[in-house]
């Protein structure tokens, strides 16, 4: 977070809305033990935030801000205080969100369990109740409290000792206070680090505490190496060329989240969320690898990693999740340690590796520790030209859904979605697959109409060439026709490579 209060300090709008998101609840729960009003604390959270935006430069020392700010926030609420008198409401009336509409039994019991929690919680002492709030209900860590408080550690642990103990005498909360035994560490800093801004945001809606780390990369297409210079270079130009990203926005995005990265030891977990397909699992196996080479000190490393879910019948990932669904996951991810480490290391190296021979010797290794890498890896190799036709699985799937009567590009996405969903792969890269295999003088399909991808994808229709129905049925080899030029990690395949992948043997055929 100091990171974030520099940047804001020399001007960075992004900055101060990370600030805003970490501390706003903080702030909110000083607020409201001051003025006892939901709407009052709110006005008050907002001017104090817009008085430390406004002043933000005479703060000399960016570790000194969670005390600084608090003491802006008190300010607010006593100018407050002085011009209006205020009404008090029941926290737990505003603590009930997102109640579920299919279990009214459940929603009784919770208000309830809530009422009486908050009731309990109210009865502290102002100095116990203010650490009962922060560190249990906001889920800021102690070292947080602690430094915005102004408060020693020691002291704050001991505050919340207290406030448990006085919570057990309490009779009406007997059935609830075990909520606090369970969640001891409940504050702990932590920072999540998901694939896809939607999860991002599903994640922040369903109030899971922490930090949220994007991670935006496409591994399945272009040039991956080990070594990140000058090769970073050809890959973000690779990407502006075959996706169209610009070369400026991928590098900022690079190193914004490199940064991020590389200040995990701040936090006192870091969750990695991903899913079964190939898109997350070149991601996990990148992060594995990046962590296997640093000392994680105290800081500890988790992982939650699903291939399916309750209820849904074609699981793509997790975005297809509810806010209160993905915060059901919480606390379910397991420890990462040093075998499924060094697996994810061997994963990114092996796909990082110029050597096709390499691509195919990590399939036939024990990645279990990572149980979705094996399949992830086939898919992987499915992609590679062919011993049938010299097509890739998108290709030869793409050619048999147009042979029966799928013909626009939109409709052909969606069902490569459903039939090899394994690979997770994205609109831009099925787009540039399509473009492909659109392009003259060898081309596997025809375009009807005045459309260049990725516009409206719904004005046009696709039909087979005679090139495309040759391939199609394994009468020619499309790459042998055409030559090829294309990278899948640390593998280029350039002209005419002399094998072939046989997916039916799950082995290289060398040609003639």
Known sequence: MQMWIEKARLGEPNAWEQIVRHFGGMAFSVAYAKLGDRPL????????????????????????????????????????LRRKKHATIALHDANITETEPYDVERIAERREWYRKLHQSVEGL????????????FQGYSIKEVSGFLNVPPSALKKRLFDARTKLRSALFVTDSVSMFNDIGEGGASMLHIVNGDHVGDKLRKGNIRGDILVWREVYPVGPVFLERDEPETFRKDYLARTFGIPAEEYEAACKSQEQAL???????????????????????????????????????????????????????????????????????????????????????????????????????????????????????????????????????????????????????????????????????????????????????????????????????????????????????????????????????????????????????????
């Open 41 to 80: 604390a709110e006005d008050a959270v907002q001017e104090a935030f817009a008085a430390a935006y406004a002043d933000l430069g005479k703060l000399q020392q960016a570790e000194a801000f969670p005390g600084w700010f608090k003491t802006i926030v008190e300010r607010q609420c006593h100018r407050l």
């Open 125 to 136: 002492s102002g100095p116990l109740k203010q650490a009962v709030h922060l560190y249990y």
């Open 262 to 512: 590389h200040h995990f030891h701040k936090y006192e977990e870091v969750v990695l969320w991903f899913e079964h397909d190939l898109f997350d699992q070149l991601m996990l196996s990148r992060l594995l690898h990046w962590f296997s080479a640093q000392r994680l000190g105290d800081t500890k490393l988790s992982l939650l990693c699903v291939g399916s879910y309750p209820g849904i019948e074609l699981f793509k990932g997790l975005g297809q999740l509810t806010p209160k669904q993905l915060a059901g996951l919480s606390g379910t991810w397991r420890q990462i340690g040093p075998k499924e480490l060094e697996t994810g290391k061997s994963i990114w190296e092996a796909y990082a590796s110029p050597d096709i021979a390499r691509h195919v010797e990590i399939t036939q290794e024990d990645t279990s520790a990572l149980p979705y890498a094996h399949a992830a890896l086939e898919a992987h190799l499915a992609r590679l030209p062919s011993a049938m036709n010299g097509l890739g699985i998108v290709e030869q799937t793409t050619l048999e859904l147009v042979r029966h009567g799928v013909n626009t590009p939109r409709a052909l996405f969606a069902e490569i979605g459903n039939r090899i969903s394994l690979l997770g792969m994205g609109d831009l890269e099925y787009w540039y697959r399509l473009r492909c295999m659109l392009e003259q003088p060898h081309a596997l399909l025809e375009m009807q109409g005045s459309f260049s991808l990725p516009g409206d994808p719904d004005r046009c229709v696709v039909a087979l060439t005679e090139l495309g129905r040759e391939a199609a049925a394994g009468a020619t080899d499309w790459v042998t026709v055409k030559g090829i030029d294309e990278w899948y990690g640390g593998l280029r395949l350039h002209g005419n490579p002399t094998w072939r992948w046989d997916a039916a043997s799950k082995r290289l055929v060398y040609r003639e």
